[in-house]
């Protein structure tokens, strides 16, 4: 039988956002809301199959309705652009799942639906509509089943006309008189003041409409009457709002939404888009990807594959690494530092050349270790900074990194959904090869495969990055950007590479000893909580503490989730005021996290042999140049809470009698902001060395410094950095616990303080409108291509984008440059000080104490120079036994 299943667009994405945590993308696109309505959409498609699917959206916010009643919805907020930007992705993702969407000028989503629900049942077909919004049950019949989400997104509650009776005791065109009597707030329908839903309900069950209560009123009493009588046409009013209309002059019919699946590629493509990955995988459409490969896999093969495996085969290799113009290195496992290597392929004249790890060890591959250690024999390749860490792992070193094709394709394009080499060669309109997860598998499938099988896919790598080197290359001297990757992101991998094998000493015993701490702090915790709670129960478990604090001790509920309560850190932060409880609950989950994260989960870290750390920093993942750490994140210890500090005091030096020295850039977005907009007023604050914050305090209350009290100066501070990470009112209001009216009028008057910021920011989405990118200082560049966009919500995101992607990346460069500076000051001056890590604006070493005084004058000194700028650049300078006293 054809089954129809309807989705209310607009409910189910609001939900959706709602429901889940934010979200984004590796190129900043918020995601949450999309995900969620994506997992529904799938358990309706996998539990239903329906034959017809259709999703409605909302066609604006006038409608039909607003001719008998102006305010109707009046009283809603501005959608917020972390969702607003959403919609054309979801909407873009439903094409990708071949789903009919539509939405009608004056009408909204819910008459779309009701109108195809009526014609679905009057050809005898089945529906079943998903919505968020209990009006809807109004649409139910023995043929149309209503499926009202619950709990977020997650799950679903089905009504038919029977579960209606049982839930309400109505039917269900009484659903219309429930909202007419009382109200609904989130359409602003006024209802009848003082009636709530058990109030309606009553009426009802004892006279079956709004119409009869109206008719009957004299036989209600006391204030409830009185209230009915003074709102008697809001009832009828409101009734008539709640109708969903169901004759809205469609141009499509029941066949023009009907669905015969998805295309697995197409699918797969969107998904990648928004890196969808677990769906991806969950869907299998990894499969749909190689078969793509395999249709147009003529993969150039005008190359020979040699397996390196004996005497000739060493002896042609030899003879090769002269003309080598690609060198590849594979290895298992994530973390480069305890990767297992699997193999080599170098890519010279017409043969790819492929040597099996274990064979680096034998005799014969003295000549090709000679050759990867030549810093005169150049080294191209993809990864070369994962490659020389593999390597030295076994003993053998990497010099003469001369270009990295995943490093070129990043700087081209940050936003790029698939930088596997198998995407590149996409891109680049080359002939792809089978991604490393179809040969290796994935997680606890991955296989090495056989000798053959191995060594046809090592050489085709190779042989992709010998083809992609001469496009690659070219479009960084079109674009400018030689300088930024010749001079700066190239040899910064290098430098990256000697910091992670050089690592940092964390003692282990240090850590321990703060662990056994916040374990007695934890459980002293624990029994103030039980006191204060009155009994023992889980505080771990979420539904435990939800009873506990709403229903136990009465808190007002914030927020409920798809299992009931919400007691996440944003709930708990607003409960705080009401009940002492809170504030030991935060606190036990602050300890809690510190334990099994940062000390137990460093303390796996900690390489037996060394005693060290090693992080790898990664360049190619965040689109404003930012470096990413990772195995372990070392950019992530919590510094904001004193228990998050002390981790600090188990990183060492790995010398003794040497020091650790961290030097930190003060300010550097704001200094940049305040350069790249020149506005007078920021510029000033720098010049004279005041404090912005203040600064910006004066400037936006217009009062003195000395009126200037903390919680100005906070206020201040957040829309400060909330400028500079392009933040909506909706975002400020949630950060200050302002309403969104009180935090839009925050930065107009920002704005008005600092007009060369407002400037800026408009001639530069007018610039990237233009040009359809925008660059930082040092030229690093991030495509817009929604800038242009019809679509208001992902042109204004792009918007956005373009006003701080300058800012951030600039910084983002900064840094990198005083690495190179610093880098280069060691080595030329012939020091034994090492630059160990790199932590969000910070750079941390390790010195000996004849040259501390040195360094505490070098350090700043280069950081302060690494690049011009119209406001002076301040790094300051700590010294320690330990990182936690070189803060």
Sequence with gaps: ?????????????????????????????????????????????????????????DAGKVTFRHEGYSEYKGGRQKTPPELSEQFPLLKELLQAFSISQFELAGYEADDIIGTMAKQAEEQGKTAIIVSGDKDMLQLATERVSVWITRKGVSEVERFTPAGIDEKYGLTPAQIVDLKGLMGDASDNIPGVPGVGEKTALKLLHEFGSVENVLAHVEE?????????????????????????????????????????????????AAFRKLEFKSLSERLNLGAADEAMTAETEETATHYEVILVDGQSGWEALNGALAEAEAVVVDSAGDNPHQSEGIGLALAAGGRCYVVPYASLFAPEAS?????????????????????????????????????????????????????????????????????????????????????????????AKADAVRRLREPLAEQLEKL????????????????????????????????????????????????????????????GSTKQLGEVLFERLGLPVVKKTKTGYSTDAEVLEKLEPYHEIVRLILHYRTLSKLQSTYIEGLLKEIRPESGKIH???????????????????????????????????????????????????????????????????????????????????????????????????????????GIVYGISDWGLSQNLNITRGEAAEFIEQYFQAFPGVRRYMVDIVEKARTDGYVTTLLERRRYLPEIRHSNFNLRSFAERTAMNTPIQGTAADIIKLAMMRMHEELTGRGLRSRMLLQVHDELVFEVPEEELELMKRLVPDTMKTALKLDVPLLAEVSVGSNWYEAK
Excluded: C
């Excluded at 792992?393 to 990043?410: C, K, N, P, T």
């Excluded at 282990?508 to 703060?514: D, F, H, I, M, P």
């Design 1 to 57: 039988m054809d089954k129809l299943v309807l989705i209310d667009g607009n409910s189910i994405i609001n939900r959706a956002f709602y429901a889940l945590p934010p979200l984004t993308s590796s190129n900043g696109l918020h995601t949450n809301a999309v995900l969620g309505f994506t997992t529904m959409l799938l358990k309706v498609l996998e539990e239903e199959k329906p034959s017809h699917v259709l999703v409605a959206f």
């Design 367 to 459: 000549r090709l270790k000679e050759w990867l250690l030549d810093g005169g024999a150049q080294k191209i390749s993809y990864d070369l900074h994962r490659a020389e860490l593999v390597l030295a792992r076994s003993g053998i070193e990497l010099s003469g990194q001369s270009f990295d094709v995943q490093l070129a394709a990043y700087l081209l394009d940050p936003t790029e959904a698939d930088p596997s080499l198998h995407g590149l060669l996409q891109r680049y309109g080359l002939a792809p090869i089978p991604t490393d997860e179809a040969v290796y598998g994935k997680g606890a499938k991955f296989r090495v495969p056989a000798a053959g099988d191995l060594a046809k896919h090592l050489a």
């Design 480 to 539: 400018g950007m030689h300088r930024l990757y010749y001079e700066l992101e190239q040899p910064l991998s290098v430098v990256l590479a000697g910091m992670e094998k050089q690592g940092i000493e964390v003692r282990a015993e240090a850590l321990k000893e703060l662990g056994t701490e916040f374990q007695r702090r934890l459980e002293e915790t624990t029994e103030s909580i039980y006191a204060s709670a009155g009994f023992e129960f889980n505080i």
């Design 220 to 268: 209600i009493k006391g204030k409830l009457r009185e209230n009915i009588e003074a709102n008697k046409e809001n009832a009828t009013m409101s009734k008539e709002l709640a109708t969903i209309y169901r004759e809205v002059p469609l141009t499509y019919s029941l066949d023009d939404v009907s669905w015969k699946g998805y295309d697995s590629s197409t699918l797969a």
């Design 615 to 721: 992080t790898f920093y990664r360049q190619t993942i965040a689109a404003t140049g930012r470096l990413s750490s990772q195995y372990p994140n070392l950019q992530n210890i919590p510094i904001r809470l004193e228990e998050g500090r002390q981790i600090r005091k188990a990183f060492v030096p790995s010398e003794p009698g040497w020091t650790i020295v961290a030097a930190d850039y003060s300010q550097i977005e704001l200094r940049v902001l305040a350069h790249i907009s020149g506005d007078e007023g920021l510029k000033e604050a720098f010049l004279k060395e005041m404090d912005i914050h203040t600064k910006t305090a004066m400037d936006v209350f217009g009062v003195a410094a000395d009126q200037v009290d903390a919680n100005m100066r906070r206020q201040a501070k957040a829309v400060n950095f």
